[in-house]
C-alpha cells in the first residue's frame, strides 16, 4: 500500500469516528518547530549532560542549573513557533474530531496552536512551581533571570513544572491519560519512538482497548511493527497537511 492509499485510509477511520480520537505526541512533531528531540539523531543529550535537570543535582546546585536551564529552555525554546502539525491537531479538536491530546513535550506548542485539552505528560516549561509553597507562576524574564529564581510569596526556590529525572508523572496527568487511551476509537501518534516508559504505554493501552492507530514518524519506531495499523513515514507538518486535506475532501 502507498502512501496515498493509507493517507485515505487513516482519513477514513478519523471521519468514520468522529469525536473518538486522540492525539499523542513526542519531540517529533515540534522539530520543525525547531525544538531538538532529547534522544536520537540530533538529539539534545548527545552534546549535553542533562544532569542540570536532575532533581538532587538542582537542590545542590540551583544557581548552575538554573544558567542552564534559561539557556536551553527559555532563551532558545521560548522563541519557538507552532508548526503546521501542531495546527492541524487544534483545529481538529476545535472541530470535533479529537476529543484531546496527550504530549510527552514541555513547550506548551499545542495550547499555543489553541488546542485545549491537552494532557501534558511531562508537565510544562510554561509554568514555574515553588518548591517550598506550592505556588505556580508564567516564567516571567523577572523571574527566571535571577541567578536563583525564588519564590515572591516565601523566597523558596522556583522550578520549571516538568518533570525532572527522579520525579514521577503527576497523577492527575497519569491517570487521565490513560483514561482516554481506554476510550478512544483511534489514536494518532506522531513523533514519537516510544521507548519513554511509562508514557509509550499509552498507545499500546488504545490498542489493548479496540483503537485503530495510525502512525506519523519519519522512521520506523517501536509501535510500528507491533501496534500500528497505519503508518505514514514521513516529517509531521507534511503528512499531517495531507491527512487533514483529505479528512476534510468533500
Same mark, same amino acid.
Given at each position: 500500500?502507498?502512501? =496515498?492509499?493509507?493517507?485515505? &485510509?487513516?482519513?477514513?477511520? !478519523?471521519?468514520?469516528?468522529?469525536?473518538?480520537?486522540?492525539?499523542?505526541?513526542?519531540?517529533?512533531?515540534?522539530?520543525?518547530?525547531?525544538?531538538p528531540? #532529547?534522544?536520537?539523531?540530533?538529539?539534545?543529550?548527545?552534546?549535553m549532560?542533562?544532569?542540570?535537570i536532575?532533581?538532587?543535582?538542582?537542590?545542590?546546585?540551583?544557581?548552575?542549573?538554573?544558567?542552564?536551564i534559561?539557556?536551553?529552555?527559555?532563551?532558545?525554546?521560548?522563541?519557538?513557533?507552532p508548526?503546521?502539525?501542531h495546527?492541524?491537531?487544534?483545529?481538529?479538536?476545535?472541530?470535533?474530531?479529537?476529543? @484531546?491530546?496527550?504530549?510527552?513535550?514541555?513547550?506548551?506548542?499545542?495550547?499555543?496552536?489553541?488546542?485545549e485539552?491537552?494532557?501534558?505528560?511531562?508537565?510544562?516549561?510554561?509554568?514555574?512551581?515553588?518548591?517550598?509553597?506550592?505556588?505556580?507562576?508564567? =516564567?516571567?524574564?523577572?523571574? !527566571?533571570?535571577?541567578?536563583?529564581?525564588?519564590?515572591? &510569596?516565601?523566597?523558596?526556590?522556583?522550578?520549571?513544572?516538568?518533570?525532572?529525572?527522579?520525579?514521577?508523572?503527576? &497523577?492527575?496527568? #497519569?491517570?487521565?491519560?490513560?483514561?482516554?487511551?481506554?476510550?478512544?476509537?483511534?489514536?494518532?501518534?506522531?513523533?514519537t519512538?516510544?521507548?519513554?516508559?511509562?508514557?509509550?504505554?499509552?498507545?499500546? !493501552?488504545? &490498542?489493548?482497548? @479496540?483503537?485503530?492507530?495510525?502512525?506519523v514518524n519519519?522512521?520506523?519506531?517501536?509501535?510500528?511493527?507491533?501496534?500500528?495499523?497505519?503508518?505514514?513515514?514521513?516529517?509531521?507538518?507534511?503528512?499531517?497537511?495531507?491527512?487533514?486535506?483529505?479528512?476534510?475532501?468533500?
Amino acid at each position: 500500500m502507498d502512501l =496515498p492509499e493509507k493517507i485515505r &485510509k487513516a482519513a477514513s477511520v !478519523i471521519r468514520e469516528n468522529h469525536g473518538r480520537g486522540m492525539a499523542f505526541t513526542g519531540a517529533g512533531v515540534s522539530v520543525e518547530s525547531g525544538i531538538p528531540p #532529547f534522544r536520537g539523531r540530533g538529539g539534545l543529550w548527545n552534546t549535553m549532560d542533562p544532569s542540570f535537570i536532575e532533581l538532587t543535582h538542582f537542590h545542590a546546585d540551583p544557581e548552575g542549573c538554573w544558567a542552564k536551564i534559561r539557556e536551553v529552555f527559555y532563551d532558545h525554546w521560548g522563541k519557538a513557533e507552532p508548526n503546521e502539525a501542531h495546527r492541524v491537531l487544534a483545529e481538529w479538536m476545535r472541530t470535533g474530531f479529537l476529543e @484531546g491530546i496527550v504530549t510527552q513535550n514541555i513547550d506548551a506548542l499545542h495550547q499555543r496552536a489553541g488546542a485545549e485539552n491537552v494532557i501534558e505528560f511531562h508537565g510544562t516549561m510554561d509554568e514555574l512551581l515553588c518548591l517550598q509553597c506550592s505556588s505556580r507562576y508564567t =516564567p516571567d524574564r523577572e523571574l !527566571i533571570d535571577q541567578e536563583r529564581p525564588t519564590c515572591p &510569596k516565601c523566597g523558596g526556590l522556583l522550578k520549571p513544572d516538568f518533570v525532572f529525572f527522579s520525579e514521577g508523572i503527576p &497523577k492527575d496527568a #497519569f491517570d487521565a491519560s490513560f483514561r482516554m487511551a481506554e476510550n478512544c476509537a483511534f489514536i494518532i501518534v506522531i513523533g514519537t519512538s516510544g521507548e519513554v516508559m511509562p508514557a509509550c504505554e499509552i498507545p499500546r !493501552i488504545a &490498542k489493548r482497548h @479496540g483503537a485503530v492507530l495510525i502512525e506519523v514518524n519519519p522512521e520506523p519506531s517501536s509501535f510500528t511493527r507491533t501496534v500500528t495499523d497505519i503508518f505514514l513515514q514521513g516529517p509531521a507538518t507534511a503528512i499531517m497537511r495531507q491527512l487533514r486535506d483529505e479528512v476534510e475532501a468533500p
